[in-house]
């Protein structure tokens, strides 16, 4: 851990001065690279970047495309989960993240090489078929790193910040997906792919990697936290490893008839679905975007949610079956339901790192593995398993069973019960979801500034409580951080004190106070800012009425 916080320091101290204000101006700069990320896989996945469809008579080589770049990931990311239990990031460190990039890069553009149109027509088809294959399986390995690094970054985000940076990279991912196609009119070669698929299936991932490393490599949690969580693999609930085995069996079983339906349709019929999938995902990134601005978080039901997406998943797909199957547009809302689940998941992971100060790499190692080896087994079985089964009413029960599986397992593995255990805050820096959704509407509060009656509600709220009850200058200044979200490393590095020195103001604070907890700290301190603002309320209305 030590190492890879010395080359996150060391990476911030090089980073050019113009870099540095521009993520200082706009903070959300680095979770921009999950948008590259995804607008990469929407456009590999649909083969729009790479393939040439005036030459390529069958999905065989998305297939294998797909299946050997989601099979590396899987792999490295559970390994970089493993690593990362044992007290180490390298995985995601700047280095590692910028060749992980960069190896993608160069395969990316091996895979175009070998494309018909240009080595392709003068290498053995065997060894062109290899040569494809192995640069398949480095891009996977690649883009696994780089997808560790942007679940870094999330987890260092404010739940509220992470839906809204989700939403965000959504629509950055959806814009450079019809960029892309809207520009494919000049190719070097008549038939081959045109000059923007070249950039972006061959830049995107080392664009990807270049903005993750401007984020955090840790999450929130640093000094004795951080040592403290090293070893964290046997510290997560077991409702965490019910909600990863769901995002497995939803991968899975969506996989399943996204890739039968790859199959089955010419390719130009596949792009179109993934258009039309990128129509629907800018539509659920407005959603992200309002959710997070707006939401009442004292109703939102994230357990609730994704219980819903598993429900309409297997329905979806039972529904396509007995509607034509692979023939239905059905299977493209059933594809649908998975980008859901895993926009969902990817934010369930940064609340679950951002609450419990846990390792980002583990975490997302661990959940993101699950997703990705659901997607290979489920893209598989689709491709070259699903067309072996006799056309008719085997194959309509085939997937009839398929939803109704994931119906009934979704309802066991993963209701409201789990995901209320899988966000309970247990100890005292543990903060509940609810409280940290409004750390970031504390914080705001807390640098509104001024004199007089227009000082900030927030202040004065803590100003007059601290008075009230006799608390000292440095108990103050404690009692302020505390009523802020912030814990007990970062209240220990901002005011110069050691952290058993800070735990021991923190229960001075609390016994004076009267609470017994940072909840019940920050419910008092609600309490005396409504009370401000009434007062703020009541002068300006005097004031208006000329009294």
């Known amino acids: 851990m030590a190492d890879a916080d010395a080359d996150c320091a060391s990476h911030d101290a090089e980073r050019p001065a113009l870099i540095a204000r521009l993520v200082a101006q706009w903070p959300a700069l680095p979770s921009m690279s999950f948008g590259l990320w995804c607008a990469w896989i929407a456009l590999a996945y649909s083969g729009s970047t790479w393939l040439s469809l005036d030459t390529e008579t069958n999905s065989a080589n998305l297939a294998i495309f797909y299946v050997a770049t ?25 280095r590692a993240v910028m060749l992980g990039g960069a190896v993608a890069t160069v395969c990316c553009l091996g895979v175009l090489a070998l494309g018909p149109h240009y080595l392709g027509q003068f290498i053995d088809t065997g060894i062109s078929r290899a040569l494809f294959v192995l640069c398949s399986l480095a891009i996977g390995a690649g883009m696994a790193f780089i997808s560790l690094r942007c679940g870094c ?53 080392l664009g990807a990697a270049w903005l993750a490393c401007q984020g955090p490599l840790t999450s929130a949690t640093s000094g004795d936290e951080a040592r403290a969580d090293r070893r964290m693999g046997p510290q997560l609930p077991f409702s965490f490893w019910r909600l990863v085995t769901l995002a ?9 008839m996204r890739g039968a339906v790859v199959g089955y349709h010419a390719l130009a019929v596949t792009l179109e679905g993934s258009t039309l999938l990128m129509v629907l995902r ?12 707006c939401a009442d978080t004292q109703h939102m039901r994230f357990g609730r949610i994704t219980s819903l997406i598993a429900v309409f998943s297997s329905s979806v797909i039972a529904v396509a079956a007995a509607l034509g199957g692979l023939a239905s547009g059905w299977s493209i809302l059933a594809y649908f339901a998975s980008i859901m689940f895993d926009l969902v998941f990817w934010c369930l992971l940064s609340f679950f790192v951002r609450q419990k100060h846990v390792s980002p790499v583990a975490v997302y190692g661990i959940g993101r593995g699950a997703f990705a080896t659901g997607s290979t087994i489920g893209w598989a079985l689709g491709t070259w398993v699903a067309p072996l089964v006799p056309a008719g009413s085997p194959t309509t029960m085939l997937y009839v069973a398929s939803a109704m599986a994931l ?6 593995l993963f209701g409201e019960r789990d995901y209320e255990a899988l966000f309970t805050a247990v100890g005292e820096r543990e903060l509940p979801l609810e409280d940290l959704f409004d750390v970031e509407l504390r914080r705001s509060a807390a640098s509104e500034a001024g004199d007089g009656r227009r000082e900030g509600a927030f202040r004065r709220a803590i100003e007059g409580r601290a008075s009230r009850c006799m608390l000292s200058a440095r108990e103050r200044d404690v009692f302020r951080l505390l009523a802020m979200g912030y814990g007990s490393d970062y209240i220990a590095a901002t005011l110069g004190l050691s952290v058993n020195t800070v735990r021991v103001h923190t229960h001075n604070v609390y016994v004076k106070l009267g609470v017994h907890s940072r909840t019940e700290l920050m419910e008092l301190v609600d309490r005396d800012v409504a009370l401000e603002r009434e007062g703020d309320t009541a002068v300006e209305s005097y004031g208006s009425a000329g009294i």
């Open 282 to 293: 800018v539509i659920l990134a407005a959603g992200f975007v309002l959710v997070g601005v």
């Open 407 to 412: 119906l009934v397992l979704s309802v066991v």
């Open 248 to 256: 497995f069996l939803i991968a899975l079983v969506t996989s399943l």
């Open 70 to 94: 989601t099979l590396t990931q899987a792999i490295a990311l559970v390994v970089g989960a493993m690593l990362a239990a044992r007290g180490t990031t390298r995985v995601a460190s700047n």
């Open 153 to 205: 970054v999330f987890g260092s985000l404010t739940p509220r910040r992470a839906l809204v940076n989700t939403g965000l990279s959504q629509l950055l991912a959806a814009m450079i997906f019809f960029a892309n196609n809207a520009c494919g009119a000049w190719a070097p070669v008549s038939g081959g792919p045109s000059v923007a698929s070249f950039i972006t299936f061959t830049m995107l991932p």
